[in-house]
Every structure is written in structure tokens, then in C-alpha cells.
């Protein structure tokens, strides 16, 4: 009879351990923002080096909107566009941050240097360089120029895949704000 008492204050325990680990385990997560691609997440911060070399990191921005741009100089959409974002840049200048992510592992910094003489090189171009585990992979971009329009408190609001226009920019911006 005595094993049975201790089977049974044993299991007891077990059950109240489980029980207290498993709703502090879901309160916890619950209480962490999502981060992700999709609207509503946090969007995922990253670390890239410009085409001068400097270090931008995402979470840099927090307190502005953020416009975040995808692309590569043998697209024709990106190539499009570019003037588009400069007009959308000189508009906007000081308002919110324009950051373009060169999807460099899949482009040559020549080809890079010569579109950005040909249009603008005001906003931080960022290279990002790494082909496995890249900035690129980390906001599922498949389709290029991929544009994400970030609030000031870093969560995605809007994400466009194909070029823009000021027009674009603008309504896309606008949920950000």
C-alpha cells in the first residue's frame, strides 16, 4: 500500500511540473513579438556593409518608417524603378529611411556602380553578398525588385513584388506611417 502513496504523490508532482513548465513555456512565446516577412511581423533586422563599406543595421531605423528595396542591375523592373525611388527619396528626404538591398552574390559591383551613376546613388545602397543565409533568404524574396514598407516601431505593413512608381511608393508608404 505504501508504493501506491508514493506512485501516486510522485505522479502528482509530475503532473504539477509539466503543467507549470507547459503555461510558462506558452506565456512566454505568446509575449514575443513574430518575426518575419509577412505583414504585421516584426521585420527581420539584419547587418550589411554599403557600397562604401559602411555598416547599416536594420533596427538603426527604429523610429522612422522604413521603405526597404530588393533588386539587381540585370533587372529590368529594378533598373525601372530606381528613378522612381529617387523622386520618392527627394519627396520623403527626412521623413523616412530608403535602404535598397543589391542582391550582390547574384550581381557584379561594376555592373552595380554604373546603374547607380546613371540614376542616383543618394540612398544607402547595402550589398548583401552572403548566398546561403542571406538578408535576401531572410525575407523570402523569389521575385525581384521586391519592395517592404516597414512602420517606425519595425513591423512590415505593406510588401510589393514587381516595380514601382511614385505613385506605388507613395500609397504603400502611407501604410507604414
Request: proline letters at 4%; charged letters at 25%.
Amino acid at each position: 500500500m505504501g508504493k501506491i502513496k508514493l506512485l501516486i504523490v510522485i505522479g502528482a508532482i509530475g503532473v504539477i511540473l509539466i503543467t507549470t513548465f507547459g503555461l510558462k513555456k506558452t506565456t512566454t512565446e505568446s509575449q514575443v513579438p513574430k518575426v518575419g516577412y509577412d505583414m504585421g511581423l516584426t521585420a527581420p533586422d539584419f547587418t550589411l556593409k554599403t557600397l562604401e563599406g559602411k555598416t547599416v543595421k536594420l533596427s538603426d531605423y527604429r523610429g522612422k518608417p522604413v521603405y526597404l528595396n530588393f533588386w539587381t542591375s540585370w533587372c529590368p523592373a529594378c533598373k525601372d524603378e530606381l528613378p522612381e525611388i529617387e523622386k520618392f527619396y527627394e519627396k520623403n528626404k527626412g521623413r523616412i529611411e530608403i535602404l535598397t538591398i543589391n542582391i550582390t552574390y547574384n550581381d557584379r559591383l561594376a555592373d552595380i556602380r554604373a546603374i547607380l551613376a546613371k540614376n542616383s546613388d543618394q540612398f544607402p545602397v547595402l550589398l548583401d553578398e552572403e548566398e546561403n543565409h542571406s538578408v535576401t533568404d531572410l525575407y523570402g524574396v523569389y521575385g525581384i525588385p521586391a519592395s517592404f514598407f516597414i512602420d517606425k516601431n519595425g513591423f512590415i505593413q505593406d510588401h510589393h513584388v514587381g516595380g514601382m512608381t511614385l505613385t506605388t511608393l507613395e500609397e504603400g508608404m502611407k501604410k507604414a506611417q
